[in-house]
């Protein structure tokens, strides 16, 4: 056998000088040098084997003339005396036993799986293998589950000998008619290549490329596709030699070499990028014909774009997120809430979203992005804008997406495959061959795979923590796929996209995705480009003025514009209101516009239809479901009607006899129908559907949240505009019992008790109710502190909360940190004349304020700088200093500017301080804090002491003294727990005297402070005249220093306590001086 080898750019080989023989190598005699130093030199030893025996080619039989430029011929015999000769040396000997030791270490593992030894019997042959040869699977089952270590290697290997070709290990291998390429390294196994390593040698696999010979007259074009499997030495530029270990395959080396390694590939991944590396023989090979076309089958089935109003595109913001606990005590986790001002947006959507996460994964891991946000915020939306936008060539980093409804993997039976989920469960069911999976399985790392409404899977979330993972051709359930995927054993090193509510039990586990984001949903700028959109869209642009106009004039409607679902559900009753002509007006209720989109069709319906269709959306909504069959409907008039008007349809990928409800509210809707209708349901039990009561005495668990405030609505609202306009004079009666049980109990609850959530509720539920005594009842009874701190403000809930505030006619205080509320409502809230006082992010307020001065809005402004107080203030983070420091910067330009004056009255009035960051971000930030103390002129409190310890040290007391004469108002000084020494304790002696007017409380608990220390410190006590506690203990001084403070008491009869206890005292000392003093405490 013949193998022509590559010859690198670069090579010392001579060109060919028109002859058809293979040129030599023009290197020196190897006279008077060993093989090892011809080892250490640039030659390649590969070439080595024409200079050590060069034969007369042509006079060889078997040997093949060739006129490339850029080919060697290897002959085995030559090799193996190469070998022979190198055998003799013994330094060379010893040098290639090293090589071996890090070869057997790097490379044993490098043996690739069964799908590959497939490849290599269809591409060889059965019968074209020796029965003695060793397949990579059985060479795989010799070796142990745990990679040794060079010294657990045996003895013998440091003597390991290349084995020729003629030792039984290795046997002959008939390849077909062609040329021949040794590739030493290659991190996949593409169609055409051959993997044969041989067992026991220690060596890695070769792989080998078979190709047709390029003619004479066609030279390799210099910009054609080089086979960059060959490792280049990192100590010899050029070489390609096997035996030189390249950068990328030693083991320990920095990211950026594994990172080389892993992109040499990358190029041959995509049909285009094979069509423009041309057709050179020695280029890597095009995908096969069948997964190019299943390739184009894919694209074309995703470009469809969808019709109607879900077709209307307005970008929305994607913001990154976070899960946390809820609270300390429970593990449950939610979405956490930050500050407008700080929200991380995501630009370019979720396709921007995988481009830049292809550049933080880790190699071959699966990597799992979560997309959160509430229902009809848009979800499922975007992930078909995600397939969209590979079907167009905007995700590149992919070769195949798939997307699966999850609706359609709550299915029985254990009879699925991995082709099943990728191939049929889709919206599409697609045709894919063997060849076609299998190409998928060799590169998963090309592969997205996007589960749409991810919390329909909530049946099944035990496969999360499932220990099954099957093999990809193992038959098994669906949720051994879903284990299988999640658990990183099937598609390992694909990507998975989530979409998902930020409730239920699945999304606890979402808090280990590589990336979390939150899709915020609609401003108020894009919920009006929507409504322009539709109309346009519907090609009734004359309308859009109009429609825009009803709109504006309903606030509250407006507000709900943040969630497309609404926004889609206002443009559908302005168009059919526009039709009709006349004075039309939008409701100022959800309830009023949901029983004006649903009036028209029911009237039109079968008898009862409605309130068939409504006891089915209860009930599925009671296990958490919004798919049903056709089987649930009690006719097949009712179920035509349903999907004749649009209130049920096909979803996608769903069989023939599934259906869902249009959207996740309308299921709500109708669900509050029935509980408004039924009479199965008992009047008394009506309260607890509210939520506004502990949770463990609630019959059900909130999933329809929408079911509260429509219920409310229902009922209260005049039956002629609302359930008589839905089931008639008659069956809208079967209220009026109902709507004296709830309204008993709302005038019942009293707002001051419930918490922030609970009350914002209860305020939809009143103004959803439009009834006077009700309304009146809940504003009456507000608390005049209002706190939401850590709840979050939607736009409804700030529109809600200012409308209750204004109409309970008194002055309130609010507390609007980490509620993540947007500058409109902040605004709104904050100038509301019965607002005195807000405090909210300080990031967020300075936004306010500039946006307010370049807006001109100079009242507002004013207003909004005078009620805002930050007393009292806790940093506890970097960013908390940092802004801080903008608020004392905003102040000082408001000062200087001649048309106001005065400080700001959040910096006037700061009394307490609170330093809390910890070891590590306490002492960088602390000279930050120091340079704005001086601002904070009434400053009465200064606690710098934290559980887990600031530290600010010797330097930080430095620094801190200096600002002591600005302080004249300071009472409280605590600086336990920061590292002192006396040479701290001593600059603070010096520079306590300036506070001697004002400070009555010192705290130096649980420092470093010695002796030299305590004696500065009893030295200064007695001008300390309005000091009356001090707390030195726990501190490293010793009977001296105590002495020294005992003696200085004495002469300071304004102190009532000195703290002293520290265990570098004996025991006796302390007694005794506490015996003569009193005030000396000992706890």
Request: charged fraction near 20%; aromatic fraction near 6%; proline fraction near 7%.
């Amino acid at each position: 056998m013949r193998c022509p080898a590559p010859r690198p750019a670069g090579s010392y080989l001579s060109e060919p000088q028109g002859s058809t023989q293979c040129a030599t190598m023009e290197l020196g005699p190897l006279e008077g040098s060993s093989y090892l130093e011809l080892l250490n030199s640039n030659a390649d030893p590969l070439h080595l084997y024409q200079l050590h025996d060069p034969m007369d080619l042509a006079g060889e039989e078997e040997t093949e003339l060739h006129s490339e430029t850029d080919m060697d011929t290897i002959n085995c015999d030559q090799f193996s005396r190469l070998w022979r000769d190198m055998e003799g040396d013994e330094e060379t000997r010893e040098a290639y036993a090293s090589i071996a030791e890090l070869d057997q270490y790097v490379f044993q593992d490098s043996q690739l799986e069964d799908p590959n030894k497939d490849i290599f019997i269809e591409h060889i042959g059965p019968d074209e293998v020796s029965e003695s040869m060793e397949t990579p699977a059985e060479v795989g089952l010799k070796k142990s589950q745990k990679r040794p270590f060079p010294e657990e290697l045996p003895a013998d290997l440091k003597h390991w000998k290349p084995v020729p070709s003629s030792s039984s290990s290795l046997s002959c291998l008939n390849l077909p008619e062609g040329p021949v390429q040794f590739i030493p390294t290659l991190s996949t196994l593409p169609q055409g290549f051959w993997q044969i390593s041989g067992a026991g040698t220690g060596g890695s696999s070769i792989f080998i490329y078979h190709s047709e010979v390029p003619q004479a007259s066609q030279p390799p074009s210099p910009s054609g596709l080089t086979v960059h499997g060959l490792p280049t030495s990192p100590d010899r530029p050029g070489s390609t030699s096997p035996f030189a270990p390249s950068a990328t395959d030693l083991p320990s080396m920095p990211e950026p070499a594994l990172t080389s390694r892993a992109n040499v590939t990358e190029h041959k991944t995509s049909p285009t990028q094979c069509q423009a590396a041309g057709e050179g023989s020695n280029k890597l090979p095009k995908w096969p014909e069948s997964v190019e076309q299943f390739y184009r089958l894919l694209q074309d089935t995703y470009q469809t774009e969808p019709a109607g109003p879900d077709g209307i595109l307005v970008e929305a913001d994607l913001v990154r997120a976070k899960l946390v606990r809820s609270s300390s005590k429970s593990l449950e986790r939610e979405l956490a809430t930050p500050d407008w001002a700080e929200r991380q947006l995501a630009h370019g959507g979720l396709a921007g979203v995988l481009l830049a996460a292809r550049e933080r994964r880790r190699p071959r891991e699966t990597q799992v992005i979560a997309v959160l946000g509430k229902a009809g915020q848009g979800k499922s939306y975007w992930a078909g804008a995600v397939s969209r936008a590979w079907a167009c060539g905007r995700l590149p980093q992919y070769d195949f997406v798939f997307s699966v409804p999850c609706h359609c993997l709550n299915r029985p039976g254990d009879a699925y495959r991995l082709q099943d989920l990728l191939f049929s469960l889709g919206p599409r069911p697609l045709v894919a061959d063997d060849e076609v999976f299998s190409h998928i399985l060799k590169r998963p790392d090309r592969v997205l795979l996007i589960l749409d409404a991810f919390e329909k899977l909530e049946a099944q979330d035990s496969f999360l923590h499932s220990t099954c993972g099957p093999a990809p051709s193992e038959p098994c359930s669906l949720r051994g796929l879903l284990a299988g995927l999640f658990q990183r054993k099937l598609l390992r090193g694909c990507t998975l996209l989530l979409t998902t509510r930020p409730r239920g039990r699945l999304t606890q586990s979402l808090s280990k995705a590589d990336a979390l984001f939150e899709l915020s949903g609609f401003s108020m700028e894009q919920a009006q480009a929507y409504v322009m959109r539709y109309f346009e869209c519907s090609g009734k642009t004359e309308q859009q003025a109009r429609a825009l106009a009803l709109l504006r004039d309903r606030p509250f409607l407006l507000s709900h514009g943040h969630s497309p679902t609404l926004c889609q559900a206002v443009c559908q009753l302005s168009e059919a209101l526009l039709e009709l002509g006349g004075d039309a007006e939008l409701p100022s209720t959800l309830t009023g516009l949901y029983v004006g989109l649903l009036g028209p069709a029911a009237r039109d319906g079968p008898p009862g239809a409605l309130a068939e269709l409504a006891k089915l959306a209860w009930e599925l909504g009671r296990r958490h479901q919004s798919t049903l069959r056709e089987d649930h409907f009690p006719s097949a008039g009712v179920r035509t009607w349903a999907l004749a008007k649009g209130l049920v349809q096909h979803p996608p990928g769903a069989t023939a006899s599934e259906l869902a409800f249009c959207s996740f509210l309308l299921q709500c809707f109708l669900a509050a129908t029935w509980l408004a209708l039924s009479g199965e349901i008992k009047d008394k039990e009506l309260p607890q559907y509210l939520a506004l009561t502990p949770r463990k005495k609630r019959p059900y668990d909130n999933w329809l949240e929408g079911v509260p405030r429509f219920l409310v609505g229902l009922i209260f609202q005049p039956p002629t505009r609302c359930l008589g306009a839905l089931v008639g004079p008659s069956a809208a009666a079967l209220a009026d019992r109902k709507q004296k049980v709830l309204a008993k109990y709302l005038k019942r609850l009293q707002p001051g008790t419930l918490r922030a959530r609970q009350l914002l509720e209860l305020l939809h539920c009143a103004h959803e109710a439009e009834e006077a005594g009700i309304w009146r009842h809940v504003v009456q009874e507000l608390p005049a502190r209002l706190s939401f701190l850590g709840t979050r403000l939607t736009p409804p809930d700030a529109h809600v909360l200012g409308k209750a505030l204004e109409a309970a006619g008194r002055d309130f205080s609010l507390d609007l940190r980490s509620t993540g509320i947007d500058p409109s409502g902040l605004g709104s809230l904050v100038g509301l004349s019965c607002v005195t006082h807000f405090r909210a992010a300080l990031s967020d307020t300075v936004a306010l304020w500039e946006s307010l001065r370049q807006r001109g809005e100079t009242k507002l402004l004013q207003a909004a700088e005078e009620k805002f107080t930050i007393e009292p203030f806790k940093a506890k983070s970097l960013k908390d200093v940092e802004d801080l420091g903008k608020l004392v910067q905003t102040q000082r330009t408001r000062s200087s500017s001649e048309d106001t004056a005065g400080e700001l009255p959040a910096v006037r009035d700061l009394k307490k301080l609170e330093f809390a960051l910890g070891p590590i971000s306490g002492p960088r930030a602390f000279p930050k804090l120091v340079r704005i103390l001086m601002a904070f002129s009434s400053l009465q409190h200064l606690d710098l002491d934290a559980l887990s310890e600031n530290k600010i040290g010797d330097e930080g007391v430095s620094q801190l003294s200096a600002t002591f004469p600005q302080l004249k108002s300071l009472e409280t000084l605590n600086l336990s727990q920061n590292s002192i020494t006396d040479v701290g304790a001593c600059k603070l002696a010096e520079a306590l005297p300036s506070l001697a007017a004002s400070l009555l409380r010192l705290s130096l608990y649980n420092n470093c402070i010695c002796d030299v220390g305590a004696e500065s410190l009893a030295r200064v006590l007695p001008d300390m005249v309005s000091l009356r506690v001090m707390d030195v203990q726990y501190n490293k001084f010793t009977a001296a220093g105590a002495q020294q403070l005992a003696a200085s008491l004495r002469k300071c009869p304004h102190v009532e306590t000195l703290a002293m206890w520290t265990p570098t005292i004996p025991f006796g000392v302390q007694e005794h001086l506490q015996q003569q003093d009193s005030r000396i405490s000992l706890r």
